[in-house]
């Protein structure tokens, strides 16, 4: 019995915990990625770069409100930050659709204009938040690091192995769970949702109905900076931050909404989940958890480790090939892609 809960306390923080935490992070920015694509009608490759430029408007509120010794005791100063940072990243977003996206919409130009418009803007985000913070890890986590510490938990079990759970992690499932909530709340629940969804179910039905496409539009944008500066954050918080990571995350961002299906909200959140734990779990080693699990005569002697760690975004690419090749609509019938 031990033996089977040390294996458990193994996998729940190896795995589970950080493939939960992982997944909440990727389904916030799945959700901008398929607003965007369901409202919009173009897939925005510079997603990741706003959630990277967002991130860094919070990094430098941050630490300017530590060096004023403003903070929230064992909680990260970032949450404080955080509300000026989305204020930051909503200009950003709405002075890019004034002098960028609008021009094209205007023009009605296919949407693989806009693809390609969307990938001129990214490089743009990217060159500025590097010139502006730099290319290299940037450390903003403060507060208590631990909300339980393993060596705590050993002491309060007996068992051999300790269950270790960052503040950071819980901070990224509450904040996911809340950011959700109020998100579905709006769009089912309030006239200006309603409007959205309409638009995004049939366009020149909702133009008879006398719905704005320039304010659905603007409120779009708005909404989507939000998520993708808290997505940005809370990953920022749980790994680290540095500009070419939100690059990467790109992949796996567009998997989880192809995933669950482009256009559908629920669809990226269930997405997300998909992509972490396989990701998660292809590449962690299994050999401790099976060693506690397993007759002795049966305890494998490899790390039992299908992929490296180095190669967990080929597991991203490698579901999304196969979506896109059997069910190119996703779990939850998005649009086709």
């Not at 860094?56 to 064992?74: D, E, K, R």
């Not at 629920?266 to 401790?288: C, L, N, P």
């Amino acid at each position: 019995m031990m033996d089977f809960l040390n294996g458990l306390v193994a996998f729940l923080n190896f795995v589970a915990i950080p493939a939960t935490a992982y997944g909440a992070q990727l389904a916030l920015g799945a959700l901008g990625v398929t607003l965007i694509y369901g409202i919009l009608r173009f897939s925005n490759f510079a997603h990741g770069d706003t959630m990277a430029f967002g991130t860094m408007a919070v990094i430098l509120v941050t630490w300017g409100l530590q060096a004023l010794g403003v903070g929230l005791g064992p909680i990260p100063t970032a949450l404080l930050a955080l509300p000026l940072g989305i204020l930051i990243t909503i200009g950003l977003v709405l002075l890019t659709d004034r002098m960028v996206y609008r021009f094209y919409r205007r023009q009605k130009v296919t949407p693989v204009l806009l693809v390609i418009v969307s990938m001129g803007v990214m490089f743009v985000y990217n060159g500025l938040t590097r010139f502006i913070l730099g290319p290299d890890d940037q450390n903003f986590d403060d507060g208590t690091r631990f909300l339980i510490s393993a060596r705590d938990f050993r002491n309060m079990t007996g068992l051999d192995e300790g269950l270790a759970i960052r503040t950071s992690q819980a901070i990224t499932v509450v904040a996911a769970v809340l950011v959700v909530a109020v998100l579905f709340w709006f769009l089912n629940r309030t006239r200006t949702g309603k409007s959205m969804r309409a638009f995004s179910d049939n366009e020149d039905l909702a133009l008879l109905s006398g719905i704005s496409p320039e304010r659905v539009v603007a409120i779009t944008w708005i909404i989507v900076a939000a998520l993708a500066c808290v997505a940005g954050t809370l990953y920022g918080l749980d790994k680290s931050y540095k500009p070419f990571t939100y690059f990467q995350l790109l992949l796996p961002i567009f998997a989880a909404a192809i995933v669950g299906g482009l256009g559908s909200p629920i669809g990226a959140i269930a997405g997300g989940f998909v992509i972490a734990y396989s990701e998660v779990m292809i590449t962690y080693a299994w050999k401790k958890v099976l060693e506690y699990w397993l007759p002795e005569r049966l305890e494998p002697d490899s790390l039992v480790q299908l992929l490296s760690t180095d190669y967990k975004f080929a597991v991203s690419f490698a579901i999304l090939v196969i979506v896109l090749l059997f069910r190119p609509t996703g779990l939850f019938q998005g649009k086709a892609v």
